[in-house]
């Protein structure tokens, strides 16, 4: 019979970890488009067996969102995906809609991005801080969907509100926002331990993210009703997803985060009248 107080993954044993983790997160550069341009600029390699932590390197989480994205998401609309990164679900948003619009903060990341193999025509990519003011205006002529995976759950609650009000102006009168945000309750040494670490090694790609970046929060229907709040957004569906990380320990379940998706699109303010034909037509399967 196991030793129920062995594991180190379930027991106390995992937060001797923690000075190590407190001295790896020292180095990552307080301002936010510094850290993130610093860590892209180090990236050599994407997809399977990459250094990139949320990159599975397959299209399955994807395929995950698909049916959620085709109900409610206008077909005949540009999609912009908002922090982009190396542009992997950009490239797949491109098979579904006329003209998708890869966007991050980080120059090397749109850089990376651009230089990726297989972007097909109607792809490009965008250098821009999506919670600067007046950021979502002159991406698009007129309204897009917008696709936001793995943004919000890093941002304070003041860079939440001013992303969800560039993404009001992108999906204008007719688009509509996916999201998709890890939505783990642990602390952040549970975090960690869920996707790999232990006290005697931490999976590199995982390390490289501790080292450079800011520490992630969560996001989940909470949260989304503080960024994007019921008086502002109409909520069209939610629920629960997997997020999908870099497959590094090999151990079933590891590279699997809990997630929250979610549907939204802007209430009009009283009084405003479509300004495109078929605006106002129903969405179907919405909750």
């Known amino acids: 019979m196991p030793n129920p107080a062995k594991p180190e993954k379930t027991g106390w044993r995992k937060y001797l970890m923690l000075p190590r983790l407190i001295r790896l997160?020292?180095?990552?550069?307080?301002?936010?488009?510094?850290?993130?341009d610093r860590y892209w600029a180090g990236i050599t390699a994407t997809g399977?067996?990459?250094?990139?932590?949320?990159?599975a390197g397959s299209d399955h989480e994807f395929l995950g969102y698909r049916d959620l994205i085709l109900r409610h998401l206008d077909p005949a609309l540009p999609?912009?995906?908002?922090?982009?990164?190396?542009?992997?679900?950009?490239?797949?948003?491109?098979?579904?809609?006329?003209?998708?619009i890869g966007v991050d903060i980080s120059a090397h990341a749109a850089a990376l991005a651009a230089a990726e193999p297989g972007n097909p025509g109607n792809v490009?990519?965008?250098?821009?801080?999506?919670?600067?003011?007046?950021?979502?205006?002159?991406?698009?002529?007129g309204p897009a969907n917008v696709f936001v995976r793995g943004v919000l759950h890093v941002l304070s609650p003041?860079?939440?509100?001013a992303l969800a009000?560039?993404?009001?102006?992108?999906?204008?009168?007719?688009g509509t926002v996916f999201l998709a945000e890890t939505n783990f309750q642990g602390n952040p040494v549970e975090y960690v331990t869920h996707l790999g670490a232990t006290q005697r090694s931490i999976p590199a790609p995982l390390e490289r993210a501790i080292r450079g970046l800011p520490m992630p929060g969560h996001?989940?229907?909470?949260?989304?009703?503080?960024?994007?709040?019921?008086?502002?957004?109409?909520?069209?569906?939610?629920?629960?997803?997997?997020?999908?990380?870099?497959?590094?320990?090999?151990?079933?379940?590891?590279?699997?985060?809990?997630?929250?998706?979610?549907?939204?699109?802007p209430r009009r303010p009283s009084g405003e009248t479509p300004k495109h034909a078929g605006e106002d037509a129903p969405l179907t399967g919405s909750s």
Not at 48 to 55: F, H, I, K, T
Not at 82 to 100: I, M
Not at 223 to 230: F, N, Q, Y
């Open 48 to 55: 399977p067996g990459g250094e990139v932590l949320w990159d």
């Open 219 to 265: 996001f989940g229907p909470k949260e989304r009703s503080r960024a994007l709040p019921p008086a502002s957004w109409e909520l069209l569906e939610e629920g629960a997803a997997a997020i999908e990380t870099n497959p590094v320990t090999g151990v079933e379940g590891q590279s699997r985060v809990p997630g929250y998706v979610a549907a939204l699109r």
């Open 165 to 174: 009000e560039n993404l009001r102006v992108l999906a204008g009168g007719r």
């Open 25 to 36: 997160s020292r180095s990552a550069p307080k301002d936010r488009p510094l850290a993130w």
């Open 79 to 100: 999609v912009v995906d908002v922090g982009c990164g190396h542009g992997s679900f950009t490239r797949a948003l491109a098979a579904h809609f006329p003209q998708a």
């Open 124 to 141: 490009s990519f965008e250098v821009r801080d999506m919670t600067a003011p007046g950021a979502g205006a002159g991406l698009v002529a």
């Open 158 to 161: 003041a860079d939440q509100a």
